[in-house]
């Protein structure tokens, strides 16, 4: 699994498990609003999750180079998402990064977003779905 996948899934799980605690530790009432948010909040998130899975195959289709400037270089605040190469190219890193920044997510890409998209790629506008509701609440 990736590393942005395990802070979907720490998001995701973060309310139930202050609200399991609370109930348990300091007593909180479970009334029924709750109970329905947390089954609204984690059904959608999980059908986000799901409904925009990227994988190898979201790459089939893509236009010319997959990306440009990739960053050589990063902060270690930075997480590198994954490594791309286009055929008979090396493997690199530095494609898709991100860092938390005061109360949001800096992204960085150098992926061709801008000749995948009008080509009606679908890996693009998934990948670009998930992009763009990264870190909602």
Known sequence: MTHTIHASLL???TPIIITVIAAWI???RLTW???IGLTLGVGGATVLIMANKIDSKDYDGWIQERGLYFAEKWSDKYTSVYSIKDSGETEQEGSLLYTQYGKGTYIFTGLSFFRQL???VPGAFRLMANLISFNKK
């Open 11 to 13: 998001m995701l799980t």
């Open 33 to 35: 609003n709750k109970i």
């Open 118 to 120: 009008p080509a009606g």
């Open 26 to 28: 300091l007593k909180e």
